[in-house]
């Protein structure tokens, strides 16, 4: 395919990792965003959402040329929104231009008009003219230091001319004022296509390293995928700790470059237990990542890991070993049964609970693992199976701060932030507070889209006014699209947001806090129980209300 020469204020089709071909703008950047090393590339803003991002040349392309073929293979109802608010902004852009170039012909109009009453037929206003020329040149002199709004010289011409002539500034340095750039027009290709349209395909980049932004940071989206076995800068220069008034802090990305990209795998041996829903996904990136990764679990090997006969002996051969299981049960059986974690603990050797537990239970085994001489730190992580797999977990860590920073770069390969909460327990009983939130909403949502039925409405009519509001989320569309499709895949068990919601009430109790809402929720969850749901996703709780 021939070069396009792409440049600021271009409307483009920007592809970032798995999620489908997006439209955008190409904008400034915040001033204390860096922009990544390495590849060419253009800061986004995308239409329909409120995600940003740097975008490599070869993954954007200019919106008109493949306006239609991007429409045909997509088809999702947020997309065609995206596609909508570009039009939306093309026809401001244009009345704009057409109300300039209109108000441009009449106040030339007005100028000749002007110039023929007033043209001088005689010495004495030849005079006045020149005493008049010579105060309009003063004026002009001191006026350049001021902006007028009123002049129709000005106002003849576009927004974008206009700004460059306010702020002269060094050749091939973009305007400031992102406001500005109303015309995105502006796309030059070089060359045409060789090749249909329709064999287009975006250019794969695994054997580079990945350089794009780290949305979070700065709330701009973060969906890298293509992570490289092979890192070139220390992770020691990535990463900024910020603290809070509480004591806890959260580590994030100190540029581009960190999350979910070109960083260091640490040196250690990896070990994890259980390859559930969410543990599959969060081994995979490790390998990804360059980590090497020693696996437990009950049925099948992770390909490109290495497997270990029992929990006692990843532990052993490993020197951070990760566990992910079910529920309380589960940990405790984990690291106190036969073969355990507890008889592969020695000094030194350290062990990282990821599962959403109560405070009690990760407190005794943080004392067991630490009478061993053991390092332990509670990491559960906030997220379903889909986040699991693209590596944008939230992880909640507590214990061991020396342990949570020995994790940065697995805590990196597995999600998009992660929070160090202080003293073991605190981050179970955060993580049970979120699950607790999440649940509740859940049924509330169920609620809704029931009463709608059963009163006549339209539950998609609900659905298309929840995601025009303030409620709109991807959480609230994927599950309501679960409802509406009948289609229960487990993204996050039924059984699992009801156990934490048992959990979370029973921290209530124990500071006699009341929790009627998640009591109500766990309720209907019970019943969704009964009806078979277990292992069907949290959405099924819907059918709780329909039987």
């Known amino acids: 395919m021939a070069a396009v020469s792409l440049r600021l204020g271009d409307l483009v089709w920007g592809k970032l990792g798995r999620y489908p071909p997006w439209p955008g703008k190409i904008v400034n950047p915040p001033k204390d965003l860096k922009k990544p090393r390495g590849k060419k590339c253009f800061f986004v803003k995308f ?78 206003e030849k005079r006045k003219l020149s005493l008049s020329e010579g105060k309009v040149k003063k004026n002009m002199g001191e006026g350049k230091k001021r902006v007028s709004s009123g002049s129709s010289e000005r106002g003849s011409k576009s927004p974008l001319k206009r700004a460059q002539e306010q702020s002269p500034r060094k050749r091939g340095r973009p305007p400031k004022d992102e406001k500005d750039l109303t015309i995105p027009e502006s796309s030059t290709v070089k060359g045409v296509m060789a090749g249909p349209m329709a064999a287009f395909k975006w250019q794969p980049t695994v054997s580079e390293p990945v350089k794009d932004a780290d949305p979070h940071f700065h709330h701009f989206l973060l969906s890298q995928t293509e992570k490289p076995a092979v890192c070139y800068q220390a992770i020691t220069k990535k990463l900024k700790i910020c603290e809070e008034e509480t004591g806890s802090t959260s580590i994030q990305a100190a540029d581009s470059t960190a999350v979910n990209g070109s960083i260091t795998p640490t040196d250690k041996k990896i070990g994890f237990l259980g390859l559930g829903l969410m543990g599959s996904g969060i081994v995979s990136n490790l390998l990804k990542m360059g980590h090497t990764v020693t696996v437990w679990n009950r049925t099948a090997e992770k390909e490109g890991a290495r497997l270990g006969r029992t929990p006692a002996e990843v532990v052993s051969t490993c020197d951070i070993t990760f566990a992910c299981v079910s529920d309380p049960k589960a940990a405790k059986d984990l690291v106190l049964g036969p073969s355990g974690v507890l008889q592969g603990i020695r000094p030194g050797k350290c ?49 061991d701060r020396g342990l949570y920073e020995d994790c940065s770069s697995c805590f990196q390969a597995m999600g998009k932030t992660s929070f160090f909460l202080g003293e073991v327990g605190n981050a179970a009983k955060m993580m049970l507070i979120v699950n607790m939130v999440q649940g509740s ?26 995601n025009q509001g303030q409620l709109a989320s991807i959480f609230l569309d994927q599950k309501c699209q679960n409802i509406l499709q009948g289609n229960f895949k487990p993204d996050f068990y039924l059984k699992y947001i009801q156990k934490d919601l048992r959990l979370a009430i029973a921290l209530g109790d124990a500071v006699n806090h009341p929790t009627p809402m998640a009591a109500a929720a766990n309720e209907v969850y019970k019943r969704a129980k009964a009806l078979d749901q277990s292992d069907n996703d949290m959405s099924a709780v819907y059918r709780a209300y329909i039987h």
């Open 441 to 466: 909403f859940m049924a509330t949502i169920a609620e809704g889209l029931t009463l709608a039925q059963v009163t006549g409405q339209s539950q998609q009519t609900l659905l298309d006014i929840l």
């Open 47 to 124: 239409f329909g959402t409120e995600d940003h991002a740097w975008i490599k040349v070869e993954q954007l392309k200019p919106y008109h040329a493949h306006k239609e073929e991007m429409i045909k293979i997509n088809k999702g109802k947020r997309f065609q929104q995206a596609v909508d608010a570009v039009e939306e902004f093309l026809r401001r852009a244009k009345g704009k231009d057409q109300t300039s170039s209109h108000n441009s012909a009449d106040d030339k109009n007005r100028r000749n008009s002007s110039e023929e009453r007033s043209r001088p037929n005689s010495g004495d």
């Open 351 to 399: 062990y990282v609970d990821m599962s959403t537990v109560d405070a009690d239970t990760v407190t005794e085994l943080a004392q067991v693992i630490v009478s061993r001489g053991g390092r332990f730190l509670e990491a559960p992580v906030s997220g379903n199976q889909q986040l699991s797999n693209d590596g944008m977990l939230v992880i909640l860590a507590a214990g």
